[in-house]
């Protein structure tokens, strides 16, 4: 049921509603899952990608046949990891194996896991992983071999983070060690990702010779979600932020909350931002060599949402407060420009990069190094698509208007007018709804006539007796 406060946001906000409306209407899937040709176990595989991925789920469920089930399988492999790794109800000498065996486990039939605190929101993925286990038994060879090999490295890169926090009651010292443990969690993703659509044959095979496109794939995405996770992490003891940037603002890492440092907790926030921006660039050209549409849309609307992410993440004093994300509205815009080619999503990083700069501030302490990283973004966008032609240059020269100016006044022109009709829709719908009710009630026996004579009497001071006055008159008998 829609709750009231959407209600009102959406009123406000027509552009968002609208934005949903056409990713529910006119949003065409590359490829549609053949649920009625699934195993039992493979159906219950894809319940636990429902349940555990709120960002991931639709677009691995509308891949490529050829990778529907591999990479959905691969997903909850490293969410299974991912679940004993953040649970911190598990002592470090029951989790050092499991996380370091794991690549050898997913091979045991029937294992499954119960380990997990009872508030831990994924522990049934882990109580039922035997049925993730038996598809991925069915994969090819191929695709098993990635998956292994990359739980391999994610199992043993965070075994070892989760040893030297216990030894050191501590987390993240340098960037240098921030970006390893973003490797070992979301780096070594996208290198079996990007395996897998090599193997496919729907990617550019260079991409293998580029591993630097499928690091910063990897880390612009979990880098965006530290900085988002900050309060939450904070409330269960966990810190990710490396020392070495939030120590040049504040003494202790819990000053970042004190509301008198809120300045000092921005300007960190900032150079948090930063340190994910500089991977922007990479991401566009790793997306580049991606050939099928399915495969497209998979990598790109995460890379969208991410930029969109870091824009309101930028300078928003809420961040050390709540979890914020991006509205659904706003979700649904980036996915339906994201879903058509990489000049829409450059549009996209564009706008957002445009976004963070006009928010930057000369009293940021990183105000210079921000402006460059979002000019580069802009710059390596310019290099690929470029907005200068020799007929533009002949347009200018005659003061001609450019096209895209007419088609982005058209196009404003017609959302006016959608979001016109949608508004008189919603009225037209309340007023029916209300009539409706109007005639129930007045079916059953309600005397409106009355209210109408009540409002009468008040507004025109009469002294003749109402109507509900003159029926009570005639059933007064007085006392007996």
């Given at each position: 049921?829609?709750?009231?406060?959407?209600?009102?946001y959406?009123?406000?906000?027509?552009?968002?509603?609208r934005?949903?409306?056409?990713?529910?209407?006119?949003?065409?899937?590359p490829?549609?899952r053949?649920?009625?040709?699934e195993?039992?176990?493979?159906?219950?595989?894809?319940?636990?990608?429902?349940?555990?991925?709120?960002?991931?789920?639709?677009?691995?469920?509308e891949?490529h046949?050829?990778?529907?089930?591999?990479?959905?399988?691969?997903y909850?492999?490293?969410?299974?990891l991912?679940?004993v790794?953040?649970?911190?109800?598990?002592?470090?000498?029951?989790k050092?194996?499991?996380?370091?065996?794991?690549?050898?486990?997913?091979?045991?039939?029937?294992?499954?896991?119960?380990?997990?605190?009872?508030?831990?929101?994924?522990?049934?993925?882990?109580?039922?992983?035997?049925?993730?286990?038996?598809?991925?038994?069915?994969l090819k060879?191929?695709?098993?071999?990635?998956i292994?090999?990359?739980?391999?490295?994610?199992?043993?890169?965070?075994?070892?983070?989760?040893?030297?926090?216990?030894?050191?009651?501590?987390?993240?010292?340098?960037?240098?060690?921030?970006?390893?443990?973003?490797?070992?969690?979301?780096?070594?993703?996208?290198?079996?990702?990007?395996?897998?659509?090599?193997?496919?044959?729907?990617?550019?095979?260079k991409?293998?010779?580029?591993?630097?496109?499928?690091?910063?794939?990897?880390?612009?995405?979990?880098?965006?979600?530290?900085?988002?996770?900050?309060?939450?992490?904070?409330?269960d003891?966990?810190?990710?932020?490396?020392?070495?940037?939030?120590?040049?603002?504040?003494?202790?890492?819990?000053?970042?909350?004190?509301?008198?440092?809120?300045?000092?907790?921005?300007?960190?926030?900032?150079?948090?931002?930063?340190?994910?921006?500089?991977?922007?660039?990479?991401?566009?050209?790793?997306?580049a060599?991606?050939?099928?549409?399915?495969?497209?849309?998979?990598?790109?609307?995460?890379?969208?949402?991410?930029?969109?992410?870091?824009?309101?993440?930028?300078?928003?004093?809420?961040?050390?407060r709540t979890?914020?994300?991006?509205?659904?509205?706003?979700?649904?815009?980036i996915?339906?420009?994201?879903t058509?080619?990489?000049?829409?999503?450059?549009?996209?990083?564009?706008?957002?990069?445009?976004?963070?700069?006009?928010?930057?501030?000369?009293?940021d302490?990183?105000?210079l190094?921000?402006?460059?990283?979002?000019?580069?973004?802009?710059?390596?966008?310019?290099?690929?698509?470029?907005s200068?032609s020799?007929?533009?240059?002949?347009?200018?020269?005659?003061?001609?208007?450019?096209?895209?100016?007419?088609?982005?006044?058209?196009?404003?022109?017609?959302?006016?007018?959608?979001?016109?009709?949608?508004?008189?829709?919603?009225?037209?719908?309340?007023?029916?709804?209300?009539?409706?009710?109007?005639?129930?009630?007045?079916?059953?026996?309600?005397?409106?006539?009355?209210?109408?004579?009540?409002?009468?009497?008040?507004?025109?001071?009469?002294?003749?007796?109402?109507?509900?006055?003159?029926?009570?008159?005639?059933?007064?008998?007085?006392e007996?």
């Amino acid at each position: 049921m829609v709750a009231v406060s959407d209600v009102f946001y959406y009123a406000l906000h027509a552009q968002e509603l609208r934005a949903i409306i056409q990713w529910k209407t006119w949003h065409d899937p590359p490829h549609i899952r053949q649920e009625d040709q699934e195993s039992a176990s493979l159906k219950e595989c894809f319940r636990f990608l429902n349940m555990t991925s709120r960002s991931f789920s639709a677009v691995i469920q509308e891949l490529h046949p050829e990778l529907l089930v591999p990479v959905a399988v691969f997903y909850l492999i490293l969410r299974g990891l991912d679940t004993v790794e953040d649970d911190m109800t598990i002592p470090l000498q029951k989790k050092d194996p499991i996380l370091r065996d794991f690549h050898t486990t997913i091979e045991e039939d029937g294992w499954s896991f119960d380990g997990n605190g009872p508030e831990e929101k994924d522990r049934e993925l882990l109580v039922k992983f035997n049925v993730v286990i038996e598809e991925f038994k069915k994969l090819k060879p191929e695709y098993r071999t990635i998956i292994k090999d990359i739980a391999k490295k994610m199992g043993k890169g965070m075994a070892d983070f989760c040893e030297k926090a216990e030894q050191k009651n501590s987390d993240l010292e340098t960037i240098k060690d921030y970006d390893l443990y973003c490797h070992y969690v979301a780096g070594v993703v996208g290198e079996g990702l990007t395996r897998m659509f090599v193997e496919s044959n729907l990617a550019n095979s260079k991409l293998l010779e580029r591993p630097q496109l499928q690091e910063s794939m990897g880390l612009f995405l979990q880098k965006t979600n530290i900085i988002r996770d900050i309060k939450e992490d904070f409330d269960d003891k966990r810190r990710f932020w490396p020392k070495e940037i939030w120590s040049k603002h504040v003494d202790k890492f819990e000053d970042l909350f004190d509301p008198g440092n809120l300045e000092k907790a921005l300007n960190c926030s900032s150079e948090m931002v930063l340190n994910a921006l500089v991977h922007a660039d990479e991401c566009l050209f790793y997306l580049a060599g991606l050939k099928e549409q399915s495969v497209f849309n998979f990598a790109a609307i995460p890379q969208a949402m991410a930029i969109a992410t870091l824009d309101l993440l930028f300078r928003n004093p809420n961040v050390f407060r709540t979890n914020i994300k991006i509205t659904k509205g706003q979700a649904c815009r980036i996915m339906m420009d994201s879903t058509q080619n990489l000049g829409k999503v450059c549009d996209t990083f564009r706008r957002f990069a445009r976004s963070i700069h006009k928010k930057n501030t000369p009293k940021d302490p990183n105000f210079l190094k921000i402006s460059i990283a979002c000019g580069k973004i802009e710059q390596f966008i310019e290099s690929i698509f470029p907005s200068q032609s020799p007929e533009a240059v002949i347009r200018q020269q005659n003061a001609e208007p450019e096209p895209v100016a007419v088609v982005d006044a058209e196009a404003a022109s017609e959302a006016k007018w959608d979001t016109f009709y949608m508004l008189a829709a919603v009225m037209v719908t309340m007023i029916l709804i209300s009539l409706i009710m109007i005639g129930v009630a007045t079916y059953f026996g309600a005397r409106f006539d009355l209210v109408f004579s009540e409002l009468k009497a008040k507004i025109y001071g009469s002294s003749t007796p109402s109507a509900a006055e003159s029926i009570k008159q005639q059933y007064d008998h007085g006392e007996l």
